[in-house]
Nanobody, 113 residues
């Protein structure tokens, strides 16, 4: 299974971006799937994810970001609104199909004027 992200880029503060992640290679039924990010000099952190029927968001993105998924396409999306410079980083798609964990290659999001 490979996770392929798309949708990153440069956006001004207050702008929006939508990230997409699609799984390819083999059919799988992830126990969890979502998004992490890593800012320069910082540790990778959870942004948003599905874990079964539960949706988790980082406190810093609640009310601004929305995660969604398409089971048929084995895809997960992240709609990011009201972006801030602190949202800058590499965004990684992540999935767990116990006991295996998968990571995408990452997509850069830069929020700057």
């Amino acid at each position: 299974v490979q996770l392929v992200e798309s949708g990153g880029g440069l956006v001004q503060p207050g702008g929006s971006l939508k990230l997409s992640c699609a799984a390819s290679g083999s059919a799988f039924t992830p126990d969890a799937m979502g998004w992490y990010r890593q800012a320069p000099g910082k540790e990778r952190e959870l942004v948003a994810r599905y874990a079964g029927a539960i949706i988790d968001y980082a406190d810093s993105v609640k009310g601004r970001f929305t995660i969604s998924r398409d089971y048929a396409k084995q895809a997960v999306y992240l709609q990011m609104n009201s972006l801030k410079p602190d949202d800058t980083g590499v965004y990684y798609c992540h999935a767990i199909d116990e006991p295996t964990k998968y990571w995408g290659q990452g997509t850069q999001v830069t929020v700057s004027s």
